[in-house]
């Protein structure tokens, strides 16, 4: 499956943005979705994840309560909705697709969109 993200920019402290990320070449709802973010000099991180139906979802803490994951199975979507944002959310958003059940680590995802840059200052 490939996947196409987009949607990052750069914002000052507060303001929202909408990330999406486009799927194809595979059956979209046999994936649960992940998105994951690095900072210059850091590692890889887990921001959210959203099981294949879009019933269940999971946060990092650092941004649960402003960041919103959804899926929109029939246009071979999933979006993060980051509202709040910070300084410390400044980064390369990733989304990435796993058969079966969702996953906080990375490791466990098989496929890999290209980052959008998000950059948020105060």
């Known amino acids: 499956v490939q996947l196409q993200a987009s949607g990052g920019g750069s914002v000052q402290a507060g303001e929202s943005l909408r990330l999406s990320c486009a799927a194809s070449?595979?059956?979209?709802?046999?994936?649960?979705m992940g998105w994951f973010r690095q900072a210059p000099g850091k590692e890889r991180e887990f921001v959210s994840t959203i099981t294949r139906g879009g019933g269940s979802t999971l946060y990092a803490d650092s941004v649960k309560g402003r960041f919103t994951i959804s899926r929109d199975n029939a246009k071979n979507r999933v979006y993060l909705q980051m509202n709040s944002l910070k300084p410390d959310d400044t980064a390369d958003y990733f989304c990435a697709a796993r058969p079966g059940s969702y996953s906080v680590r990375y490791q466990n995802y098989d496929y890999w969109g290209q980052g959008t840059l998000v950059t948020v200052s105060s």
């Open positions: 070449g595979g059956t979209f709802s046999n994936y649960a």
